[in-house]
């Protein structure tokens, strides 16, 4: 019979009971063992509901309390020598100082999960690194299902993909010639998880899918050889996901395990050549269930693919799952209640497609007539959806049809754009600035649900929002900031602010998917043709102005961070989506700048997150998302300035494109990599003007004046002083004001003091 499987359930919980015990811990108002039992709380009831949708293999170890990447680096003693662990169990303390930092280290950096909104946390590396069996967890996790009479399918993170997921300072160190000390801890793993009962493993190779130097490639073969013979009673199922293994696929399905797992959402034209090329010892597991977005699946087309599967190999070498993780995805739909019956009837969240998943087994294994009404229902959703008007807007349509060459281009060149600014704003040498948000306290957060709940009138929170605004603005001039931002506390999110004002949006009350940690976010539905309905950030930001003689900027998101943080429409090209988001910007730019704000950030954090993970793929999506940028800003004059912000991705290998988009300032995320960045920008010429992060705003920290100093001094060596600006890594809505204060009293002082020192320098003194 066929097998239906899961690759990995979210983790937070449907309340974010996850988040809520974690922040309480941190702050000191919670124990150590009132955190696991809110963990184990979380687990057991995740357990018990893929157990009821009718899920066969069902993960264990996917749950973790900050990043799953930073378990294995504590289950195999990964720990630089910075935190002062002490060689033996992993504990919790020593775990949350590589998430977060502690005094006098620096936290691990973090950096996106491939193409994903998520991020982990990066293994360090460096000749001589050791490994050693350091947590239970796996062993912990499964023996707590075991005792609940759930027989789970432990994940680790496959070797191959935690060395190739870290990295090393040391020039020239290859991460992957560690693998053979690490191996050894794997094989203890497996051997251990066998001897209390574990019948499959699932090893996570995610690397797969992207572009692998060939002696990573040729280590596949012996690595494999050695975990399978680990415990020959134990079944590994090798998961890949997030596109096609492509001309990796024959060696993998030479390797020595019993299933492999293959995305045939990202990558459905595989399916083929896996069927002629499986060996008759292995099982295919079919990811045909989309673990990365919310739409419903049609189970006509999936069950098409089992079928063509199953009349090949055989029900019994076939399981059934979603593509990957669920960690992408809301827990469940039935929480929605508040949407009307034909948009609920679109969507999918975690607990719906493991229903999805059990139906097309059941399909398969007693023919289409037992699951004959999930799939009149399934087919009745993709009929409504195609069929809805609530999709086409022929209006939207034909703007986007108008746009013209001319639409992309800023009125002059860099040059002549600098000149103008320059003598507008006479900024001083080493600007300071901030990205954008100020700390969202607990007096923001209880207005907000004020005016949902209706005990607030829209007036009251308008009243709130306006001396909330006055006070950060306040504060900027006090601290001595030389660009103000008017502080966002009227924004929720920096993509679901805008969602909320923009047509063709559809929006969830517990749609959370896990960021970083604690950090969960509630990501827009783009369903339809987008559309702005009036200026949604322009009163905010012309009263902040009215309030300083300071430029203050106005704050925008982009559209390929819209487009990237939201669940897209997959019915048109996502350039298409792009396009008209970027139009939707271009209209607010348009009118920031009617309305007086000389400067004006649109961030693209997410610009490097939406490259496919093949080369051969990236250049036709550099263009169109480079184009959707410039589409959006080159309604300002020369004498706009027009900034962007983005943070926490490997961006070295898209500064060309970087450079394309034609932004007056870029301000991006260089602390945690101790300005490593800036290498790029400097083999590449940046020709216009940078502020890398000074300071990590993830981590509680504060930086001392001389540490960023420091950092200032390793930036000038890489640009023009004429070119640094001086900000934190990134907006800081997550951060409490004292140590906010702390951290700009400090970074305003470094710049000053630096600034004082190069004039001294030039002056000859």
């Known amino acids: ?96 100082a590589m998430a977060r930092g502690a005094s006098g280290a620096p936290p691990l950096e973090m950096t996106k999960w491939f193409d994903t909104n998520y991020h982990y946390l990066v293994p360090e590396f460096e000749p001589g690194t050791t490994f050693r069996l350091s947590t239970s967890q796996a062993v912990e996790h499964f023996v707590e299902a075991l005792k609940l009479g759930i027989t789970t399918r432990p994940v680790l993170l496959g070797p191959i993909s935690f060395l190739h997921l870290g990295k090393s300072k040391a020039a020239g160190f290859r991460p992957m010639s560690l693998l053979g000390g690490l191996l050894p801890v794997y094989r203890q793993v497996i051997s251990e998880l066998a001897a209390v009962g574990a019948k499959w493993i699932q090893i996570d190779e995610p690397v797969l899918a992207t572009d692998l130097p060939k002696e990573t490639l040729d280590e596949l073969p012996s690595a494999y050889q050695q975990l399978a013979a680990a415990a020959p009673n134990v079944q590994l199922c090798l998961t890949t996901y997030f596109g096609s293994l492509g001309e990796y696929l024959p060696v993998v399905l030479r390797l020595p395990v019993a299933a492999v797992h293959l995305d045939l959402v990202r990558a459905p034209a595989q399916l083929d050549a896996a069927l002629e090329l499986v060996p008759q010892r292995m099982m295919l597991s079919l990811g045909v269930v989309d673990g990365r977005n919310i739409w419903r699946t049609d189970l006509q087309r999936a069950l098409a693919m089992v079928e063509k599967a ?28 508040q949407l009307d019956a034909e948009l609920r009837s679109w969507l999918a969240f975690a607990k719906q497609k493991l229903q999805e998943v059990a139906a097309l087994v059941l399909a398969v294994n007693r023919g289409r007539q037992a699951a004959a009404d999930a799939l009149a229902a399934s087919d009745a959703a ?13 209006e939207v349509k034909q703007r986007l049809a108008a746009v013209t060459p001319a639409m992309f281009r800023r009125p002059s060149q860099d040059d002549i754009r600098r000149q103008k600014q320059r003598k507008k704003f006479n900024l001083p040498l080493l600007p300071t600035t901030t990205i954008g948000s100020f700390p969202q306290t607990a007096d923001i957060r209880k207005a907000r649900a004020a005016l949902k709940n209706g005990t607030w009138t829209p007036q009251q929170y308008e009243e709130f929002c306006r001396q909330q605004i006055a006070e950060v603005v306040r504060f900027q001039e006090e601290v001595g900031l030389d660009v103000l931002v008017h502080g966002e506390p009227e924004r929720n999110d920096m993509v679901e602010y805008f969602g909320e004002q923009l047509e063709g949006f559809l929006f969830t009350r517990n749609g959370w998917v896990q960021s970083y940690g604690s950090r969960c976010v509630k990501p827009p539905i783009i369903f339809g043709d987008v559309c702005r309905r009036k200026p949604m950030t322009v009163s905010w930001s012309s009263y902040a102005q009215s309030l300083t003689s300071k430029p203050m900027k106005g704050m925008l998101t982009g559209p390929i961070t819209i487009l990237q943080w939201s669940f897209v429409r997959d019915d048109q090209p996502r350039r298409d989506t792009a396009f008209q988001i970027a139009l939707a910007i271009r209209d607010e730019v348009a009118d920031l700048q009617r309305a007086g704000i000389g400067v004006i950030q649109i961030d693209e954090p997410a610009l490097r997150e939406g490259l496919p993970l093949r080369q051969a793929q990236r250049g036709d999506y550099l263009r169109w ?44 995320e260089a602390a945690r990599s101790d300005m490593e960045l800036l290498n790029a920008f400097s083999r590449f010429r940046y020709p216009r003007d940078i502020g890398p992060g000074v300071y990590d705003i993830h981590s509680p920290l504060v930086p001392s004046t001389e540490e960023i100093i420091a950092r200032l001094r390793k930036a000038l060596s890489h640009l023009k002083a004429e070119q640094l600006w001086v900000n934190p890594d990134c907006g800081l809505k997550t951060r409490g004001w004292p140590e906010t204060r702390a951290a700009l009293e400090n970074m305003v002082a470094a710049a000053k003091a630096l600034r004082e020192e190069l004039s001294a320098r030039r002056s000859g003194g």
């Open 1 to 96: 019979m066929a097998i239906s499987c899961n690759l990995g359930f979210p983790r937070i919980g449907i309340r974010r009971q996850l988040k809520t015990a974690l922040e309480r811990y941190w702050a000191g108002q919670s124990s150590a063992e009132e955190l696991f039992q809110a963990a184990a709380e979380v687990r057991r009831a995740h357990w018990r509901l893929q157990r009821d949708a009718g899920i066969e293999h069902i993960p264990s170890n996917d749950f973790s309390l900050y990043d799953h990447v930073l378990d294995t680096a504590a289950m195999v003693g990964c720990v630089p020598s910075r935190f002062g662990w002490n060689g033996k169990q992993v504990e919790l303390d020593t775990y949350f």
């Open 310 to 337: 199953v009349s090949r190999l055989g029900t019994d070498r076939v399981m059934v799952g979603p593509s990957c993780s669920l960690l992408h995805c809301p827990i469940d739909l039935d929480e929605e209640t």
């Open 382 to 394: 993709q009929a409504s959806r195609a069929r809805s008007q609530r999709i086409h807007n022929p």
């Open 625 to 668: 998302a480079v184009d959707a940028f410039r589409l959006a800003a080159a309604a300002a004059d020369d004498e706009t300035q027009i900034h962007t912000h983005m943070c926490y991705g490997e961006f070295g290998d898209i500064i060309e494109a970087i450079g394309e988009l034609d932004a007056d300032v870029i301000s991006i």
